[in-house]
């Protein structure tokens, strides 16, 4: 499968990582060149130089990165170029009021996204055993989960557009 990593930090460099120890053919895009230029060397992936050059073409595209203003200014980049009926899987710990308005910029464009924040932290995201608490569409889900599978141990649909998000904070709330 043809895939997109955007965001190679302490947890998604070993994440995409493992997609291309799985035989996915990963092209990845970082805001530090060098980080996508040195993982895309020790990996045989592809380093591209914007987001949208990452994603072009991909059936799927994940985010891994700081905030909801990072993802709510990438997804307008990729979703343009995303293959036909492609998935946009957001890893980044944010709110489900953006998860579900992403959510439905993608389907207004033929597309799906996948609220899907990770647990586990940098030694569960190396080790390739990370929880992903997924909010979205079921068939999307079910088209991502073998995907997802490569880096994580445990890993569930928990409802519809912000499920995902809203169980994450669940999770730390017990934590803490």
Known sequence: MRLAFIGLGVMGAPMAGHLAAAGHTVSVFNRSPEKARAWAAAHAGTAAATPAEAAQGAELVALCVGADPDVRGLVPQILPVLAPGGILIDHTTTSAELARAMAALAAAS????LDAPVSGGQAGAEAGRLT???GGDPDAFARAE???ASYARAIRLMGGPGA???T?????????
Do not use: Y
């Open 110 to 113: 033929g597309h799906s996204f």
């Open 132 to 134: 992903v608490m997924c």
């Open 146 to 148: 073998p995907v997802i």
């Open 164 to 166: 995902g998000q809203l």
């Open 168 to 176: 994450k904070m669940v999770n730390q709330i017990a934590i803490a």
